[in-house]
């Protein structure tokens, strides 16, 4: 969760106007790792439930969903396939994000 805590502060930054906020949700099934997922993280992390986001918005492992300001999905970029210590995946999934705010 590195690169989104450093995305997250440049948008704070950078966009205020935008409120733009990473929320990061545990697939349903997987959380007896909660403890060790959030140690040392400051990103809001929430534990999905049967039934919910990932299978709603059919995420795959790694999934950044981005959502409209009615929070409606409207892309997504996988993590894993765009690892974002690369600059150019930081960049393309930064500027989605503005994009999708209306910036």
Do not use: C, S
Not at 7 to 16: A, G, I, N, S
Not at 54 to 73: E, G, H, K, Q, S
């Amino acid at each position: 969760m590195g690169y989104l805590a450093v995305m997250q502060d440049e948008l704070d930054t950078e966009r205020p106007d935008l409120q733009l906020q990473f929320l990061v949700i545990n697939e349903y099934g997987y959380e007896e790792e909660n403890d060790l997922a959030i140690a040392g993280h400051d990103l809001p992390y929430l534990q999905d439930i049967e039934g919910g986001a990932f299978v709603l918005w059919d995420i795959t492992y790694r999934d950044a969903v981005i959502l409209d300001p009615a929070n409606v999905p409207v892309n997504g970029f996988n993590l894993t396939d765009f690892d974002l210590a690369d600059p150019i995946n930081f960049y393309a999934l930064k500027t989605m994000l503005i994009d999708a705010a209306g910036g």
